[in-house]
């Protein structure tokens, strides 16, 4: 069952690095959540550490694949864009740039040699930290730069979960707390920004004056 | 023997089918399920007319890609059995029997001397050729899960091998579809019903070819559906059933097929020609995703 979790993860985050529109970044983030949800959940229901177990799910469950998603969206209305036109690479190779990543991945991840170490998830992780990566490197607009950051964040969740069930509770919050801070921040260049650059293109940034 | 009628008969069905579920779809009544063997029944009855600019690769293409096609039906198995033909590495022969029958139809097209044929052609040779590597990748996984390298092999071991087989079975059997909807220029990558000799593929390869040649071309396609509903079978029936069983299931499964195909024609638009590359390398994408699930299986990583 976690294989096909993971499986469908990997396919989730193929997709992203070839997706145009807005809802569909939306809809993949919050898939990835829920997956995230069950994955960690059956790994970590056998552990009889009641908090993190509560914690993992407020966090996977409640903030990846609802709060996050909807917040998103607010944002995603009131930019009043739907399609991410401003690629600085055709898809053809973003998509090519995932697969290399994925590659990467499972050699890097079949090459370390730690103990405890679940292998599946170290490649799965890696490959997400990767593609957050691609997808920050690849896109001219804020918001996929936004969604490549929420996608390096459910890699380096991946991670926590491949080092068992010890969960560093202190590396989530702070992770956490920097998506937050970015999702905020993004509403407020969404909102007030916004209404002088309508088009929240990164590159508008360089010709900002004093 | 049964494996190869079977295919036949699918493919008896397969363009009715797929038609059938269009029209029903889009609110129409739509035609009899064997409507499309009428009209090829019916071009093969007429004679064919060449342009004077063809030689005689245009003549003899159609039926080279016909034979192709019956003769890579030989190497496929069905129910656990024995194919007609089976050899170490006889999915490569299958490919290239495909290839070569393209191959021919390319060339057929550019003897035409039309720009609109060899606009196609050069379309067709594109697609051809960013989908093998997904048909190779599929194979090659297979072959090493099982370590056979003949279709008749493959298939008695690939199911008994590993409990995830069902998962990587239904990831490929994904594949085949998307594989079969290439090879056979329907949608997204290609639109047959298309009117517009500039946002065509396959059809205006075939622009020149009438009556007889014509209704090889419709049945080699409708073959085709069927070989490639037969390696899904294939891949998602285990050998150990009883026979009735895997006859009921093929059938489930080339109709399941046909009204999967004639739903996605339905229901999505074809893709802008800048984009089909982009559509093809997610195919490769699958196949490498399949080749990373069957390491872990045999836990090679991990």
């Not at chain 2, 579920?21 to 029944?41: E, F, L, N, Y």
């Not at chain 2, 590597?133 to 493959?154: D, K, N, Q, R, W």
Request: charged residues 15%; hydrophobic residues 55%.
């Amino acid at each position: 069952m976690n294989l096909a979790i993971i499986v469908l993860f990997g396919v989730t985050l193929m997709y992203i690095s070839i997706a145009e529109r807005f809802a569909t970044y939306l809809k993949l983030v919050a898939l990835q959540g829920v997956l995230l949800f069950f994955l960690a959940f059956s790994e970590l229901s056998g552990a009889n550490d009641l908090a993190s177990l509560i914690f993992v799910v407020a966090e996977t469950l409640i903030f990846k694949a609802i709060a996050v998603p909807v917040l998103l969206r607010n944002i995603v209305k009131k930019m009043k864009v739907a399609k991410v036109h401003a690629k600085a690479v055709p898809a053809f190779y973003s998509l090519l740039l995932v697969l290399v990543a994925m590659g990467v991945s499972v050699v890097l991840g079949d090459m370390l040699k730690i103990g405890n170490i679940e292998k599946i998830f170290m490649i799965t992780a890696l490959f997400a930290v990767f593609t957050g990566l691609i997808l920050v490197i690849t896109h001219k607009k804020i918001f996929p730069h936004l969604v490549g950051f929420l996608v390096l964040e459910n890699g380096v969740f991946m991670f926590s979960l491949a080092v068992g069930s010890e969960m560093p509770f202190l590396v989530n919050v702070g992770i956490l707390l920097d998506l937050f801070a970015s999702v905020l921040i993004l509403g407020v260049f969404a909102s007030r920004i916004g209404k002088r650059l309508n088009d929240p293109d990164v590159e508008d940034l360089s010709s900002l004056k004093d | 023997m049964t494996g190869y009628l079977l295919i036949i008969l699918a493919a008896f069905f397969f363009p009715g089918i797929i038609a059938r579920t269009k029209s029903i779809a889009s609110g129409r009544k739509g035609p009899r399920i064997i409507q499309p063997v009428r009209d090829i029944v019916k071009l093969l009855r007429k004679g064919s007319v060449y342009s004077t600019t063809t030689s005689s690769i245009f003549r003899i293409a159609p039926t080279v890609g016909l034979a192709c096609v019956l003769t890579a039906m030989l190497v496929i198995p069905f129910a656990g059995g024995n194919a007609l033909i089976s050899f170490n590495g006889d999915f490569v022969f299958f490919a290239y029997l495909l290839a070569l029958g393209r191959f021919l139809m390319i060339i057929a097209a550019l003897d035409t001397g039309s720009s609109f044929e060899g606009m196609g052609a050069n379309r067709e040779t594109l697609y051809a050729l960013l989908v093998e590597p997904a048909l190779f990748v599929m194979m090659g996984v297979m072959a090493m899960m099982t370590g056979c390298t003949s279709f008749t092999e493959i298939f008695k071991a690939f199911n008994t091998v590993g409990d995830y087989s069902l998962l990587l079975g239904a990831l490929f059997a994904c594949l085949v579809i998307l594989i079969a909807m290439v090879e056979n220029s329907r949608l997204p990558v290609d639109d047959p019903k298309t009117h517009l000799e500039l946002t065509m593929v396959h059809e205006v390869m075939i622009l020149d070819n009438s009556g007889f040649d014509l209704g090889l071309i419709h049945l080699t396609s409708s073959l085709k559906f069927g070989v490639f509903s037969m390696l899904m079978a294939n891949m998602l029936i285990p050998p150990s059933w009883k026979i009735g069983y895997q006859f009921l299931y093929f059938g489930v499964i080339a109709v399941g097929f046909a009204v999967v195909v004639g739903l996605l024609e339905s229901f999505r638009a074809r893709n802008k020609m800048g984009k089909n590359p982009q559509y093809l390398l997610t195919l490769i994408a699958i196949g490498l995703l399949g080749l990373i699930v069957a390491l872990i299986l045999m836990q090679k990583i991990a």
